[in-house]
């Protein structure tokens, strides 16, 4: 294979001479270690040469068109889930809907750093947090923004008996204001909290109206303070916002528009069939959408009137086995990291992801910004070693093929939420444990009976996380998914430290530490984490995804036909 | 004049040849050559899934070499996109449908005769009930059922064939309490019965021996609707799981494929088609030649 | 009359035991509606034992029914665990959208079959019935998936004429309605020929013609009146297949209607919701089989002296 690969320009040479299949050069460019979105634009460059050879680039990144905003117009956001309600407070997944409805205290900007939002300025400390909130603001339906609004919404999401990420708050024992500053009280240094105030769980909202609505919250307007405001909520069909008017206007640096938004309205439609994304895509009914599956980006790519983009998700996939499981030896650091050894994943990553995906071999994605490369000496592909690992566990290979300890075989099944995607991949990683004598069994169930399953007690099951704040999201699995074990401490320990970090330097050195920590313990077994892609038509100007944030914001969009 | 075969349980119609050898009669011999084709496909395709050394021909991966086109060096028919060979893949697939497509098939027949024979010959009351128990079939749709048994038992197999049988036999029910109101005005039946044969000997000797021309003919279009709907159940992610292959379960994934490669969702396409095709072609020619008045409609 | 009323009390009953069993089989499939509605990662367990509670999911079942059947005997169809809908606005919402891609299909079916089936009948033996015969014959064994996957590739992926999916405009129905008509077109085709050729030789007919009855009055008045009795009831029969067909067609071109979203509600186990969606569909069978074997006993008297069961 590696003689086969040759460089980049040979490939690029035999795909214009049509003796090698987009997909194949896709797949040679991955295991040359080319990211996909780069080979992309040269194939497009390639097939367009034939004939007028002067399209456009269809290249990722900034925005190539110019001109003055134009105001009005519908912007059509194909989605890859359906809709839950928007509501801050309670929700299964938050959507894309949630960046045009809701703003924030503070947010995230591209590079990852906190900004002003609806506070102008903020602080941190030994005890605790203040943000000082812009004067002259109000929700959606006329109440003014007061601070003890802001102070009432902090504690429904910090209470336990209301809200589903109390978790995330627990440092925080009061939150009060001073005038227009809001204080959140902690005994110790809390600088993890810049993680959790930007998530759309942490969203302001009038609580007077969540009160008042009750259950129905999130199927009426919403009163936030975001660009546009509620209009219709229809699961399985569709999300219509309309531009609020009397929006204040925003001071986020990184928007370009300062004022109301252009839009009109943005409808969002749920496109839950993967394969049905890019051709709607292609046939003008969506302006945008997210998601489109692997195999379909080079056909998307090679349209001129489309543009591409991909960044890594918010996400990492695990295959997590029982540490309480004793029989299986689940417990034995030696069983875990011979399972990890047996996993190509550069193989899952070029074949089944055509290169829009990382192999991760530590508990985050690889283009965090405070990503641990010294994760990737452990858990690598090597199946000798996980053979070596598993005959000195004392797991020897039986005539079946399947290797036995005391009479028991390694056998066992793992639960998956049904998903095409995963389902191919822990296929391919079934078939690579079974060449080492592990024999894994799939079972995919839909998310009502596959939660359920989640517990300490299940023996195996396979999982995404996908959140703005990796060390949060994977500990809270270590926690809630592993028994509390005493070979864990480690783990837990550098989680602690984490949550304890007094500033930003300190927050990252245990973010690094807690990577290195997890990676060598392997409570989770990572496997990779794919890209998202965003595809949006040329007519579509300021619709801009970027890597720090789950979803793109829709103040700055407008459309060039409007 | 029917008296001596009723008692001594010959089979008794207006048919003067034996079954067997209207089966085999020269016009069928086309048929029944096609049916054994089918079946021995059909066979190899559940052997190599149950044969722990032959499993690799359909479940080898190859990552190097995922969705090639037919006619590639070892891959006659291409590859999936887990570079499995399609070929054995669609075989392996072809064993899972029909064994399905059977399973289905007996289960309603042996649902449908019981409960039809009970309503058209045990009295108002029996009859009653059994109307109600069909009818309330008749209206349940097959995924809800699916869903339930999936939740039960686990996406399998087992949860395709129960939800499909389940669901499928209230129509068979229906032609054979058709059949029985119209059998038990007959002579031979009325005869056993002043003889004091107990009813349940008559249902199976008589009655049910009656039927079976009738219930081959629905077996065959069984067969086929079963393996659509197996099809159907697995597409919606409630039949058959991976690795275990189906007809369904080529086609779903083929699907996801489809504007980059034609092979995974045609090739499995087309032979479930034809294996269609066939079947109801069989299913009409034996309706010709078993049930001439036309009693089985199809579906 | 009496009997159109019995029949219908049966019908009633038969509806009644539907939403029983319906209700019994999804309370006791395993799963919960819980994690379609909270993060069930971080969610602590009083704040989903608050849902259930406030829910009525805690209730114990036979009180739960009967929540469920009295709000839907008084008009309230309660709301949805999931979206927090009334239902009844969920059922508004995609019901127009089945009922037009059905009837759209049922339109084709019959406005398509009954020309062509009586053409064939006619032109019996040449060229035109053959083709028609062979089309129909062939377009029944394509399961209306693998005829949806490969109108996809073809017309959508490939040649760009018709979109993939969607529900924004006219030729976003083509394709599903098309699909979703093909088998019972067929079947209609091969129903209405072989009826026809079989009153064309009944001897009423030849009776007409012996009376000097001219023939196209023959043939386009009491022929195809006649004739057309087979296809009515097949039509009656076919509209269980249609309904269940419907929901897997809507899944295939995301079509948003009532089977998209009774798949979904299943599939989150959103009971309020699925409990609905079942009891409308049942209803329009169990109400279709009676409407039918009323409008046969007006046609037919012996029907009656059989019993309600067609």
């Not at chain 2, 190599?48 to 891959?75: C, F, G, M, W």
Request: proline share 6%.
């Amino acid at each position: 294979m590696q003689q086969e690969s040759g460089n980049i320009s040979e490939v690029i040479d035999q795909y214009a001479a049509k003796r090698l299949s987009r997909r194949d050069v896709l797949k040679r460019a991955g295991l040359l270690g080319i990211a996909a979105s780069a080979v992309g634009p040269l194939l497009a460059a390639c097939s367009s040469s034939n004939s007028s050879g002067t399209g456009s680039s269809t290249a990722s990144g900034s925005q190539a068109a110019v001109g003055t905003p134009k105001t009005g117009g519908t912007f059509r956001e194909g989605y890859d889930r359906d809709f839950t309600p928007p509501n801050p407070v309670a929700n299964s997944w938050a959507d894309p809907d949630f960046n045009a409805l809701f703003e924030a205290l503070v947010m995230r900007n591209p590079e990852g750093q906190i900004v002003p939002m609806l506070a102008d300025s903020f602080t941190s400390g030994p005890t605790g947090w203040t943000f000082h909130l812009r004067s002259g603001l109000k929700y959606q339906l006329g109440a003014p923004l007061t601070p003890a609004s802001v102070v009432e919404d902090f504690n429904i999401f910090r209470n336990p008996k209301i809200a589903q990420n109390p978790p995330f708050w627990t440092p925080i024992y009061d939150v009060t204001n001073d005038g227009q500053t809001i204080i959140c009280k902690t005994k110790g240094p809390f600088q993890a909290f810049q993680e959790t105030v930007v998530t759309e769980y942490s969203y302001i909202m009038n609580p007077v109206t969540w009160k008042a609505q009750g259950a129905k919250y999130g199927t009426q307007p919403t009163d936030g303070t975001g660009p546009f405001t509620l209009t219709s909520y229809v699961p399985g069909q569709h999300v219509i916002a309309s531009r609020w008017d009397e929006y204040p206007g925003s001071i986020v640096p990184f928007f370009t528009n300062k004022g109301k938004a252009y839009l009109n309205q943005v409808e969002w439609i749920p496109i839950t069939q993967a394969s049905q994304r890019a051709p709607q895509m292609q046939t003008n009914l969506v302006d945008a959408v997210k998601n489109p599956p692997p195999q379909d980006v080079a056909t998307l790519k090679a349209n001129q009137n489309l543009v591409v983009q991909e960044f890594q998700e918010l996400s990492n996939f695990f295959l997590s086995v029982n540490m309480g499981d004793e029989t299986l030896g689940f417990d034995d650091l030696r069983v875990r990291q011979a399972i990890s050894h047996a996993i190509d994943r550069q193989a899952i990553v070029s074949s089944i992801f055509l290169g829009h995906a990382a192999a991760t071999y530590g508990p985050v994605m690889t283009r965090w910004k405070w990503y641990n490369p010294a994760v990737e000496q452990y858990n690598q592909y090597d199946t000798a070693k996980a053979g070596s690992l598993l005959d000195e566990a004392g797991w020897t290979m039986g005539a079946n093929g399947v290797r036995e300890k005391n009479g028991t075989p390694m056998a066992f099944t793992t639960y998956n939420l049904t998903d095409d995607t995963q389902n191919q991949v822990l296929q391919a990683v079934s078939q690579m444990l079974a060449k080492v004598g592990i024999q894994m069994t799939v079972q995919s169930l839909a998310s009502a009976a596959f939660y359920p399953k989640l517990t300490n007690k299940t023996t195996s099951y396979a999982f995404k996380w996908l959140w703005s704040s990796p060390i949060d999201v994977v500990a809270l699995f270590v926690q809630f998914y592993q028994p509390e074990l005493a070979a864990l401490k480690p783990v837990y320990d550098a989680f602690t430290t984490w949550q304890t970090a007094g500033n930003t330097a300190q927050l990252q050195s245990a973010a690094m530490a807690y990577q290195t920590t997890f990676a060598q313990l392997i409570p989770l077994i990572p496997i990779y984490t794919q890209n998202t892609i965003w595809v949006h038509h040329q007519n579509v100007v300021g619709w801009q995804p970027n890597q720090a944030n789950l979803y793109p914001f829709y103040n700055d969009v407008w459309l060039q036909n409007a | 004049m029917a008296i001596a075969p009723a008692l001594t349980g010959q089979p008794v119609g207006h048919r003067e040849r034996g079954l067997l050898r209207t089966l085999t009669s020269r016009a069928n011999i086309a048929w029944v050559i096609g049916s054994l084709i089918l079946l021995s496909a059909g066979a190899v395709g559940v052997i190599i899934q149950v044969v722990p050394s032959l499993r690799h021909l359909y479940l080898n991966q190859d990552l190097e070499a995922t969705l090639k086109p037919p006619l590639s060096p070892h891959h006659l028919l291409g590859t999936d996109n887990l570079g499995r060979d399609l070929g054995w893949q669609l075989i392996a697939g072809l064993g899972t449908s029909l064994a399905i497509g059977i399973g289905v098939a007996l289960l309603s027949v042996v649902l449908g005769l019981i409960v039809g024979i009970f309503g058209g010959f045990f009295g108002r009351a029996a009859d009653a009930v059994a109307n109600v128990v069909v009818d309330v079939t008749w209206a349940f749709p097959a995924i809800l059922l699916a869903v339930v048994l999936a939740g039960w038992i686990g996406p399998s197999l087992t949860t395709v064939i129960l939800a499909l049988a389940l669901t499928n036999w209230a129509g068979f029910a229906r032609i054979v309490r058709g059949e029985v109101l119209s059998l038990r005005e007959r002579d031979f039946v009325n005869a056993a019965r002043v003889l004091g044969v107990p009813k349940v000997l008559i249902s199976v000797r008589h009655l049910a021996s009656n039927l079976v021309p009738v219930t081959i003919v629905l077996t065959v279009y069984f067969i086929a609707t079963s393996i659509i709907g197996e099809a159907g159940l697995t597409f919606l992610g409630l039949g058959i799981q991976p690795p275990m292959p189906s007809m369904g379960e080529t086609l779903s994934t083929g699907r996801e494929y489809i504007s980059e490669s034609w092979w995974p969702v045609i090739l499995p396409g087309v032979l479930l088609v034809i294996i269609v095709l066939f079947l109801n072609g069989l299913g009409d020619h034996l309706r010709g030649q078993l049930d001439p008045r036309g009693r089985v409609q199809r579906r | 009359m009496r009997f159109a009323l019995t029949r219908l009390g049966y019908a009633i009953i038969v509806i009644f035991l539907v939403s029983v069993v319906t209700f019994a089989a999804l309370h006791a499939s395993p799963g919960s509606v819980i994690s379609s509605v909270l993060n069930v990662t971080t969610t602590p367990h009083s704040v989903v034992v608050a849902y259930e509670r406030s829910h009525g999911l805690l209730d114990p079942l036979p009180v739960q029914y009967w929540h469920f059947i009295s709000g839907v005997l008084t008009g309230n169809l309660g709301t949805s665990l999931v979206s927090n809908l009334p239902v009844a606005q969920i059922v508004r919402n995609s019901i127009w959208y089945t009922a037009l891609l059905a009837g759209s299909a049922f339109l084709l079916t019959f406005g398509l079959g009954i020309p062509l089936g009586v053409a064939a009948a006619v032109t019996e033996g040449s060229w035109f019935d053959r083709v028609i015969r062979t089309v129909a014959s062939f377009v029944l064994a394509i399961p209306n998936f693998v005829l949806a996957i490969a109108a996809v590739l073809i017309l959508a992926v490939h040649l760009h004429v018709l979109p993939a999916g969607g529900a924004g405009s006219f030729s976003d129905l083509i394709m599903p309605a098309v699909v979703l008509a093909a088998e019972p077109w067929s079947l209609t085709v091969r129903v209405m020929r072989t009826s026809f050729l079989e009153h064309m030789s009944a001897d009423f007919t030849r009776t007409l013609r012996a009376r000097g009855v001219p023939e196209w009055r023959v043939v386009w008045l009491h022929v195809l009146r006649n004739a057309v009795g087979p296809v009515i009831s097949l039509g009656i029969l076919q509209i269980r297949n249609l309904l269940a067909y419907t929901l897997l067609i809507e899944v295939i071109f995301t079509w948003p209607g009532l089977g998209t979203q009774l798949v979904n509600s299943v599939l989150q186990r959103d009971y309020n919701v699925t409990l609905v969606l079942t009891l409308l569909l049942a209803t329009v069978i169990v109400l279709a089989a009676a409407l039918g074997d009323i409008l046969l006993s007006l046609v037919d008297p012996r029907v009656r002296v059989n019993g309600g069961n067609p």
